[in-house]
């Protein structure tokens, strides 16, 4: 089975948890874009759900699709989000998030959400966040060099996300610093110090959001619950 398999595999299975009725956050990436694909091919066959997307290119998707999208003016609480993760610590499903840029909105949902859903592949599985890859923090453009200064003090080793040469720029029209801090003890500790900084809007730590997660490797798809 190749990776995509895998993806195709428990976004099919992470489809088939979406009940007639419900209110279903999208997420983004190539493990999200799978899910999403096997919920339009179940809207096409009946089921009646409303979605609020992640971000921009998910909402392509699923517009493409036929589903219907609706936002937080109508709708302030989701029934599920089904989103993927860059790390998931195997014990307690705290998460990274963020690789694919759409953090903040994807956090917004998820706070929004009764369940949060993970699906990936048993690659992301960790015992430590921060091991696999950096934290993404969303920073506002003005000022960003003095917040990167400032992350540097909480001690990261910042990259700016750049695209091209010029500062990759996310849908919410702020900056992306990429901070290395190893292998992170306490996630919750270290996304409050992030927090606190000015200029931060918000970190791809997502700890103690994640009510599930489903993992595939080549023996099947394996449910994780927190401890
Ligand atoms: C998007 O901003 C991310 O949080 C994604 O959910 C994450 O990067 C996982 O993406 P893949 O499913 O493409 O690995």
């Known amino acids: 089975m190749t990776r995509e398999d895998l993806k195709r595999e428990v976004g099919e299975q992470a489809a088939s948890l979406v009940e007639d009725g419900m209110v279903v956050g999208l997420g983004t990436g190539s493990t999200a874009t799978c899910f999403i694909d096997s919920l339009i091919r179940r809207a096409r066959s009946g089921l009646s759900v409303v979605c609020i997307p992640t971000s921009e290119r998910s909402a392509a998707q699923a517009r493409q699709g036929g589903l219907t999208l609706v936002d937080f003016s109508t709708h302030k609480t989701i029934d599920i989000c089904i989103d993927g993760a860059d790390e998931i610590k195997r014990d307690s499903l705290d998460l990274v998030k963020g690789l694919g840029g759409a953090l903040l909105r ?4 998820a706070s929004a959400a009764k369940q949060l859903v993970i699906i990936a ?23 960003w060099q003095l917040t990167v200064e400032r992350l540097r003090g909480q001690g990261a080793e910042t990259k700016l996300r750049q695209v091209g040469g010029e500062a990759f720029v996310t849908d919410g029209g702020n900056y992306i610093v990429e901070c290395g801090f190893g292998s992170i003890a306490n996630p919750g500790d270290l996304n409050q110090r992030l927090r606190q900084i000015v200029g931060v809007v918000e970190t791809g730590l997502f700890v103690r959001m994640a009510s599930l997660a489903l ?4 023996h099947g798809v394996a449910r994780y619950t927190p401890a």
């Open 121 to 143: 592949d048993s690659a992301k599985l960790v015992d430590w966040l921060g091991t696999l890859c950096p934290i993404p923090v969303e920073i506002t453009p003005f000022g």
């Open 106 to 109: 994807e956090k917004l949902v």
């Open 215 to 218: 993992v595939a490797d080549e």
